[in-house]
């Protein structure tokens, strides 16, 4: 079968090892039985639904199988979008959403087409809601599950994935869900909700994403005793166990997908996330979102809020709350930029940044008691138990909360940093909302209009003495998309945190004056595929300066390049 626009015939390779075409002659890599119409309205990848024309629908031998109406897929879009605005639960509209993936195209089509009003429901927070409640809505496979029962067998499992040709895998082990804790097996939302938004808002195409969660049980008691729990009924694989089978895991993926397979680790426990990526990031090519993507999307929100604050990055001094994954990968990509900027030793850059765990300011005389990625942030000052008093040593700028501990930055807190800053600059990061430290009603009405604002989940405009404050969402979703879609079209086979600086500096030069009139630090998701573009092409221009690049000669747009290589989701025509 092949598309009617043009003849058929052969074409270059891709990149995704495809055959390559213009609009005008596309051709299809699959073969198709004129007898199976049923199986061209069940596969995804070609169902069209009732867009399906006259012509088509005799041709395949559907007709009778649909109603006689044909819609376009803008009529399709449009209906969709009214049923799915009459559901008053955020939920509901997820469940209806994932149900839509039966027609691909459709799917993608709708979320990049209303991207601001469905990114919260296919991701943060609705996805919160939807992993712990996965085991009750869980309706068809979304990803591979790899659990303790496949040990010894690993590859034998990826080879049951339909789609051969996989260029990003998002995993996660279920420990640390968002905010939400141990959702063990049930944690498959995330690793769904990420690749979604890998094609719609970065174009990597939907067949070459793979979800998979690593089931090693889980310490949650409440979804152990569950009936509809759907995951390994035991205690959470520790020490050997875990390391060994997340060891075979690694192998068998470099194994079977090649060198430049992109895995992204996805919502791991802080014990085992900096473990992960130290021990696999001279090996594979592996991203931690949660230390590197958070780092790289709340790095360009500082840069971008220079234009509203004066001075530079090196100006400004830190606090954080919360010394996690998200606190100290922050923290650590803030200081390399500075000392980028400043030539000075990423040792000394560290000194303007402090952080803030459950035992109070992490100091020098702590030291010997840190978690090895805590130790950098151990600076010499006296001891300080709690937020509020910290806020009131260190005088910090910036306060920034990645705790995943809700309400934490209270009134007196919020009251303190406006008094020693005009404008102080305050990101409450942990998702979903009900984590978040405050919210941007609290920000701005207990700054008294001063603050700068932005958090991990959405909220609404809020009104102030008769001015409007637009809140800023520092998303992952403006950063992993673009920052993978580079590594692909670059064909990368190592991260490094230079890249990381690239895709964010992009993505802070992508405000307008427009933007940073509305106090944004942030440019609106409406424009993310342009965004994701840029982000790729800077992410793939650094991967070939630093000789990591293996897709070869390095196009000389890199912009148009990575436009050219991004999925578009339009219906295409049948013979």
Known sequence: MAYVNGSVGGGVKDLYGEDSATEDQLITPWSFSVASGCTLLRDPRYNKGLAFTEKERDAHYVRGLLPPAVYTQDLQEKRLMHNLRQYDVPLHRYIALMDLQRNERLFYKLLIDNVEELLPVVYTPTVGEACQKYGSIYRRPQGLYISLKEKGKILEVLKNWPEKTIQVIVVTDGERILGLGDLGAQGMGIPVGKLSLYTALGGVRPSSCLPITIDVGTNNEKLLNDEFYIGLRQKRATGKEYAELLDEFMHAVKQNYGEKILVQFEDFANHNAFDLLDKYSSSHLVFNDDIQGTASVVLAGLLASLKLIGGTLADNTFLFLGAGEAGTGIAELIALEISKQTKAPVEETRKKIWLVDSKGLIVSSRLQSLQHFKKPWAHEHEPVKELLDAVKAIKPTVLIGSSGVGKTFTKEVVETMASLNKKPLILALSNPTSQSECTAEEAYTWSKGQAIFSSGSPFDPVEYEGKVFVPGQA???????????????????????????????????????????????????TNIRKISANIAASVAAKTYELGLASHLPRPKDLVKYAESCMYSPGYRSYR
């Open 475 to 525: 998303n992952n979703a403006y950063i992993f998309p673009g920052f993978g879609l580079g590594l692909i079209i670059s064909g990368a086979i190592r991260v490094r945190d230079e890249m990381l600086l690239a895709a964010s500096e992009a993505l802070a030069a992508q405000l307008s004056q427009e933007n940073y009139d509305k106090g944004l630090i942030y440019p609106p998701f």
